[in-house]
T-cell receptor, first 111, second 114 residues
Framework: AQKITQTQPGMFVQEKEAVTLDCTYDTSDPSYGLFWYKQPSSGEMIFLIYQGSYDQQNATEGRYSLNFQKARKSANLVISASQLGDSAMYFC????????FGAGTRLTVKP | EPEVTQTPSHQVTQMGQEVILRCVPISNHLYFYWYRQILGQKVEFLVS????????KSEIFDDQFSVERPDGSNFTLKIRSTKLEDSAMYFC????????????FGSGTQLSVL
């Protein structure tokens, strides 16, 4: 199984500031990509954004964007203009038959 | 948007009892998954299912666990003899055919083993 690393167990950010959540993964597959999911305290898993390795540009969805560094095998999630509702767990996962998630980062947005 | 449905939302059982967790994936999806999450911890992969058979399973998915797609719409996870450590939230998910297709998750079943 691929090894997925999220090095930040917890992060704090001030409301309206930007924050970057890290994710790296170990794979020999040249066609890898990366998903990011959000899990608020209510528990549901919400898809945020996907980056394919052959995408020419970093993926963007509203306030979410990915800083994709192919050589480092990382696709860090950037949340711009943080809101209180962004407080949640964030998980990354590369696509595969066994979609395994990283350990997650708990983001807390402070007012 | 289409939804993955899981029932029940909460299940309480006695240690040693069998439980069946039920899921209705999105109808045209081809890949089905079960995950579990112990409170406050990571989302752990249990098993993936494709073309009516298990395609991948984790080390957690031992002989106590089984999955079935009995009728083309439901996808079930059975735990034969529950242990205290099986207490967790269990998520079902499904996706369409491509690897770049996102997973759609159900809202989960909270299993409590007493």
């Amino acid at each position: 199984a691929q090894k997925i690393t999220q090095t930040q167990p917890g992060m704090f950010v001030q409301e309206k500031e930007a924050v970057t959540l890290d994710c790296t993964y170990d794979t020999s597959d040249p066609s890898y990509g990366l998903f990011w999911y959000k899990q608020p305290s209510s528990g549901e898993m919400i898809f945020l954004i996907y980056q394919g390795s052959y995408d020419q540009q970093n993926a963007t969805e509203g306030r979410y964007s990915l800083n994709f560094q192919k050589a480092r095998k990382s696709a860090n999630l950037v949340i711009s203009a943080s809101q209180l509702g962004d407080s949640a767990m964030y998980f990354c996962a590369p696509p595969s038959n066994d979609m395994r998630f990283g350990a997650g980062t708990r983001l807390t947005v402070k007012p | 948007e289409p939804e993955v449905t899981q029932t029940p939302s909460h299940q309480v059982t006695q240690m040693g009892q069998e439980v069946i967790l039920r899921c209705v994936p999105i109808s045209n999806h081809l890949y089905f998954y079960w995950y579990r999450q112990i409170l406050g911890q990571k989302v752990e992969f249990l098993v993936s299912f494709y073309n009516n058979e298990i395609s991948e399973k984790s080390e957690i998915f031992d002989d106590q666990f089984s999955v079935e797609r009995p009728d083309g719409s439901n996808f079930t996870l059975k735990i034969r003899s529950t242990k205290l450590e099986d207490s967790a939230m269990y998520f079902c998910a499904s996706r369409d055919r491509g690897w770049d297709e996102k997973l759609f998750f159900g809202s989960g079943t909270q299993l409590s083993v007493l």
